[in-house]
């Protein structure tokens, strides 16, 4: 007789039927994940687990546990300074230009270390961060030591996801092979590799907040905001209301931003990521963008708790933004 493959029973205990089958505990989410990043297991059945956890959807508990097993793969390195802010960027952009690097650098000029990493190409048609930056003039970095190094000397580093996770990496990639995302997307933007005190967070899917609250809460996340972003990435909608979902030490809290405009822009014809540099330099008031990143800008200073409202969170943003340094393009040129 055969011999039961190890794996076996997490997929079992996904796909057993409408009666049998169950979520997986933290601890099986956690070694079912320990064995997918070592090698133990079988192409077919990482397909069957990616496409059983999509048709049910992942539980809390599920990403907490996965992302534990990532985590305990990373090598963070001894020298690295404190993050204070982790930023994920794995969406992409296609109806409008990626304002949110602006703020990134507004807030990393203005003394927050900021680690951002994300992943690219997976989807056709989008604009990614890694190309956004690369053609702005800021390299991205290649290793976590690179990162941490780039932070002491900027105060911004991205990293892509496959130099972070190259594991993590490759199932992304498998995408356009399975015809769906999978859970690597959540727990990819849930990593918070350097254990940074503040997270921001952007979902496509409103279903995806209170998942990240609750898995932020398992994983005893200090301070953590969650918004449905632009195209699924951590930026405002200047032209519409933004509900802001909140951990803060243990306490869930939602609150909604309104509208910065009282009428709706047409979105860009084409995205020239020139314009971003021209904006930066004061070359294009751009309307729309510039309400992007003074409204992002500004709900990441009121979760990291140096703005008391949301007034003087958006006036601190707008003083940050009209006083920034214009002939260095961020902190990170």
Avoid at 288 to 317: C, F, H, P
Avoid at 319 to 331: D, I, P, S, T
Wanted: proline share 5%.
């Amino acid at each position: 007789m055969t011999t039961e493959h190890p794996f076996a029973q997490y997929v079992r205990i996904l796909g057993k039927g409408k009666n049998g089958s169950r979520p997986l505990t933290q601890d099986e989410a956690y070694e079912s994940f320990r064995m997918i990043l070592a090698d133990e297991v079988l192409p077919e059945q990482l397909g069957a687990f990616l496409m059983l956890m999509r048709v049910k959807e992942e539980e809390p508990e599920e990403l907490a546990g996965f992302i534990r097993a990532v985590k305990e793969s990373l090598t963070i390195p001894d020298n690295a300074p404190e993050i204070h802010l982790d930023w994920s960027s794995y969406a992409g952009k296609r109806r409008h230009l990626p304002w949110f690097i602006l703020s990134t650098l507004l807030l990393a000029q203005n003394g927050v270390n900021i680690f951002m990493h994300g992943a690219s190409g997976h989807t056709a048609g989008r604009l990614y961060t890694k190309d956004v930056l690369a053609a702005l003039g800021i390299a991205p970095c290649t290793s976590l030591q690179e990162s941490a190094d780039r932070i002491r000397e900027t105060g911004f580093a991205y990293l892509g996801l496959e130099h972070l996770s190259p594991k993590l990496h490759t199932i992304i990639e498998l995408r356009p092979i399975l015809g769906l995302r999978s859970p690597v997307h959540t727990i990819a933007r849930m990593l918070n590799p350097f254990d940074a005190e503040y997270m921001m967070q952007g979902i496509f899917h409103p279903g995806y907040r209170p998942m990240h609250q609750e898995a932020a809460l398992l994983l005893k996340q200090p301070h953590l905001a969650v918004i449905k972003g632009d195209g699924g990435e951590i930026e405002r909608d200047p032209d519409a209301p933004c509900l802001v979902q909140s951990v803060h030490n243990g306490e869930l809290s939602d609150e909604e931003w309104p509208a910065m405009y009282s009428r709706r822009h047409v979105k860009d014809v084409e995205l020239d990521v020139q314009r971003l540099r021209a904006a930066w330099l004061g070359d294009d008031n751009d309307e729309y963008g510039i309400g992007a990143v003074i409204g992002t800008t500004a709900i990441t200073l009121k979760m990291m708790g140096r703005a008391d409202d949301m007034a003087s969170a958006e006036a601190q943003a707008k003083a940050m933004w009209e006083a920034r340094v214009k002939e260095n393009f961020g902190a990170a040129a």
